[in-house]
Structure formats: structure tokens, C-alpha cells
């Protein structure tokens, strides 16, 4: 796997993550006591990519407004990764054609 390969993936993870995590949130929405779950992500050194883990907010509640603008976000940065891998795979495919 290329290292733009092994980054977009890690982004596509992350962001599986996040929307994953807003989801439990918002499933638990109407829960007593309920604490969100957040997603924190860290860039990761070379080759690159994107390391992220899931941990318990400060406080206890859900603000819904916030969920959907994770969701969206989630979803737009699996468009960017996914856009990511297809112009690697492209640039990959015409690089071998130009050497056949």
C-alpha cells in the first residue's frame, strides 16, 4: 500500500469513528445520565495519517446540534479520503501504463 493510500485510510477510520461515535450519542440522547463520546484526533508522524480515539466528554449530556454538524463532517471527510484513494489509484494506473 502507497503511503497517500495508508493515510487516506486512516482518515476514512477517523471518520468512521466520528460518525459511529454521534450516532451512540444521539441513540442515547433521551438517557439519564448519559455521557457523549467524543473523538480526538492527532496527526501521526511520517509517512502521515490521522490517529484517532473515542473518549468520554467532561460533562454529561448530548447537544444535538453539535451531533449533526459531526455527522456532516464525517461525511464529507469520507468524500475527501475516498477522492483521495481514487486519484492515487489514477495517478498509480497511468504511472504503470506510461512504463508498460
Sequence with gaps: MTALAA???SGLQAAQLRL???AHNVA???TPGFTSQQVQQQAMPAPGGVQAQSVQAA?????LEAEAVQQMAASYA???N???L???DEAL???LDERA
Design 20 to 22: 459511529s461515535g454521534s
Design 78 to 80: 469520507f468524500k475527501a
Design 59 to 63: 460533562r454529561p449530556g448530548v447537544a
Design 93 to 95: 494506473g497511468a504511472l
Design 7 to 9: 493515510i487516506a485510510q
Design 82 to 84: 475516498v477522492l483521495v
Design 28 to 30: 442515547n440522547l433521551n
Design 86 to 88: 481514487r486519484v492515487a
